[in-house]
């Protein structure tokens, strides 16, 4: 249960970091919260890496690793949700 929730997110999050990796992006996307294009591609990358981890542990019937592994990577897609968020600039 936990690995295919696990695999779901992972292959939502690196299709949308692929996505995004053919944009340049905006200011606040780019300077300030320095997501590139490049780093798109990391988070893209990182993501299928754990889609195949958690294929794998529901292959081998690891509910435990797809368990510790969904815990490890909310925290890489939360820090990649929190990418998208932008500061209002202040003119004080």
């Not at 992972?10 to 780093?39: E, I, L």
Request: aromatic share 18%; glycine share 6%; charged share 15%.
């Amino acid at each position: 249960m936990w690995s295919l929730a696990g695999a779901a997110l992972a292959f939502a999050v690196a299709a949308v970091a692929w996505r995004r990796s053919s944009a340049r992006g905006g200011y606040y996307d780019t300077d300030v919260y320095g997501m590139t294009p490049a780093m798109h591609r990391r988070y893209a990358f990182v993501s299928l890496a754990f889609a195949v981890f958690f294929a794998i542990a529901f292959a081998t019937k690891n509910p435990a690793a797809g368990l510790i592994a969904l815990a490890l990577y909310a925290l890489v897609a939360v820090f990649y949700a929190a990418s998208f968020l932008r500061g209002a600039e202040s003119d004080e």
